[in-house]
């Protein structure tokens, strides 16, 4: 038997109003989920802007700490530099020319206990390079690696040891900056064999050019001078003094 139609009424407007409860308790939570979405979503760029400013702070700070840690290395050992090494004055200028140039592809040839390497790759640590310095001399080339590791600046070298006469060619470059100084008769050779490596822009420096009548280094000058493409001056900030060649084009 089917319902009365008043009752059939009343049965309708019950279900009607049920889907309407439904209807207001499912947009209730939409409304809800869209408002935990939205908060969600602002607490993760916060922690991201937070967490980018955390990383900022701290990679400047740890700049700051190598400064530091540098500075204190060079002060402690001001007077302790008793293997060949170059002057203060001598290293600042390699600094400014890294500095200066924005160099990144370094190499030094003649570590000893790496006083010149030190200025070479602090510079280093603000360009972004990295230096590869040769020496002969085993325990030199270990004090200098000590060295290294007390200044903090190890991740910026790659000290090699062997003879630099048959490890130089060998190395696949490109270099934008070069420092010569090993065995003096032999920086023509080295010269030679890093020029097609050196990018143009490129600077290739030279170590005691002053002693001109030295063995080695006025042949070393004169076929520097020769070349057309290189363009020399000398620095004399110590009594030592530096060549610093531009190449300025290709061969
Ligand atoms: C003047 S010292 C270098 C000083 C260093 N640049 C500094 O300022 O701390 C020269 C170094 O070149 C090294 N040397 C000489 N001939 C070499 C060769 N054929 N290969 C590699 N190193 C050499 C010597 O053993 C010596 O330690």
Not at 77 to 91: L, Q
Not at 228 to 238: F, G, L, Q, V
């Amino acid at each position: 038997m089917g319902l009365k139609p008043q009752k059939r009424q009343v049965a309708n407007g019950t279900r009607s109003f049920e889907y309407a409860t439904t209807a207001i308790f499912v947009t209730k939570i939409l409304i809800l989920l869209f408002i935990a979405h939205l908060s969600f979503s602002v607490q993760i760029n916060d922690e991201t802007i937070s967490l980018q400013t955390q990383s900022k702070q701290s990679s400047s700070a740890t700049s700051e700490d190598l400064d530091e840690r540098v500075r204190r290395f060079l002060d402690s050992h001001r007077y302790s530099w008793r293997d060949m090494n170059i002057s203060e004055a001598d290293g600042r200028v390699l600094y400014d020319l890294i500095i200066k140039n924005k160099y990144t592809r370094a190499l030094e040839i003649g570590t000893s206990t790496g006083h010149s390497a030190i200025w070479i790759a602090w510079a280093l640590s603000k360009t972004g390079g990295k230096l590869i310095t040769v020496e002969i001399n085993e325990w030199r080339h270990n004090q200098a690696r000590r060295n290294f590791e007390e200044a903090g600046l190890s991740p910026w070298i790659e000290p090699i040891l062997g003879d630099a006469h048959e490890i130089v060619p060998q190395l696949p470059g490109p270099f934008d900056f070069v420092f010569c100084d090993a065995d003096k008769e032999w920086y023509k050779n080295y010269l030679i064999a890093v020029l097609p490596k050196l990018v143009v822009g490129g600077c290739f420096t030279a170590h005691n050019v002053s002693g001109y009548r030295q063995y080695g280094i006025r042949e070393f000058l004169d076929y520097l001078r020769s070349l057309p493409y290189m363009e020399t001056t000398i620095d004399r900030s110590s009594w030592s003094g530096i060549s610093i060649s531009y190449k300025r084009q290709e061969k």
